[in-house]
């Protein structure tokens, strides 16, 4: 998995990039949606085994599982904004699959359970795999993950932030 910082970074990219009003809830909503799917870790407790459909990087990584959050956070919190909650909370959980996707270890991502239990990884895995546990991640392991994140993730939400500020001043520009 990509760690809890570098998800937590694309569900605040995504919450802040596609909305203009100050809503803090929201952003918090996605910032938590894109953490959200790594909380199947809690199977390993309960003798879960990584590769079930309901462990690690399961049906909580899945597509259904996003769409189902986003519904169950847009009809919640949603009220005037249903439209911009659903895609922003649906965006932020799906990142975190991708994410994972791109990572260097583990069984996959199930992004089709539970029609189907194949994982998937993307040809081109720039980050290092995060270690499960707080212990493990202030190590030399845990650093290289950090390192990864900041060229793989983080540098890619900063210029998508630049951009949008970018079309921002112009569309102000326009009405002066």
């Not at 937590?8 to 909305?19: C, D, E, N, P, R």
């Not at 904004?81 to 990142?95: A, D, E, N, Y």
Request: proline letters at 5%; aromatic letters at 16%.
């Amino acid at each position: 998995m990509a760690s809890i910082f570098g998800h937590g970074i694309v569900g605040y990219t995504i919450s802040k990039v596609a909305q203009d009003k100050n809503m803090t809830v929201l952003v918090m909503v996605a910032v938590f949606s894109a953490m959200l799917p790594d909380f199947d870790v809690i199977g390993f407790a309960f003798g879960i085994p990584y590769a079930s459909p309901i462990g690690h990087r399961g049906f909580t990584h899945s597509i259904l599982f996003a769409l189902l959050w986003a519904v169950l956070s847009m009809l919640f919190f949603g009220k005037n904004h249903k439209k911009l909650w659903f895609l922003i909370i649906f965006f932020s959980t799906v990142s975190h699959g991708v994410l994972d996707a791109m990572t260097t270890g583990g069984l996959g991502v199930g992004f089709l359970i539970p029609f189907d239990n194949s994982r998937f990884f993307f040809p081109f895995s720039p980050l290092v795999v995060s270690p499960i546990g707080i212990t493990n991640f202030f190590s030399e392991w845990g650093f290289r993950v950090i390192i990864s994140e900041l060229k793989y993730v983080l540098l890619p939400c900063i210029f998508i932030f630049g951009i949008r500020i970018i079309i921002k001043s112009l569309d102000k520009s326009k009405e002066i």
